[in-house]
């Protein structure tokens, strides 16, 4: 691949392919290889990026009948939870690079106890909070628009604040504590 002044067609449609994550191993390896020499396609992507996460929340919530969840919620109180090291599983976000593994949520409150992991370069929209949210960075790096979180630092936000687009330029693993309301800003 070369270096483009301008973005074509194909450039496009390998962007996309790539932000949607697409791309087979080897195409992804070499298409990565050259977003580092190539400013037009990087454009795209982040472009590209920002679309694809907001379409993973234009599906309207369904909630159900009050009787239905009166009944769910009483199934699932409980007074005690623990969780393995070996227990549950990584679910890819529909942001490339980017897995939640969610240990626990209280279906009364909203309220989601989450280790995320960010894969180097990742992106993460814009979003606003419906609560709480804490975040604990275990390993690497959480990079907003105004400040970093590196290893170790912790910080909290007020519900209905707001969080710009985050990346990451190591990868990042983080503990979070985030509500099911939270929703992603719309450009």
Known sequence: MTNHSS???????????????????????EFEEHLGDCAVCRSEVRAFREVTGELAYLAP???????????????????????RADEGAWEQTPFPGVELRHLFVDEVTGAVTSLLRAAAGAFYPAHRHGGLEHVYVIDGDMIFNDHTLNTGDYEVSAGSSHHSSITTETGCLALIIHNKADKVLLS
Do not use: M, N, W
């Not at 496009?12 to 994550?21: D, N």
């Open 7 to 29: 973005a074509t067609d194909e450039i496009r449609e390998r962007a996309s392919t790539y932000a949607l994550g697409l791309l087979d191993g080897p195409e992804t390896l």
């Open 61 to 83: 919530t369904v909630r159900p009948a009050p009787r239905l969840k009166r009944e769910l919620l009483r199934k699932v109180r409980f007074e005690h939870l623990l969780v």
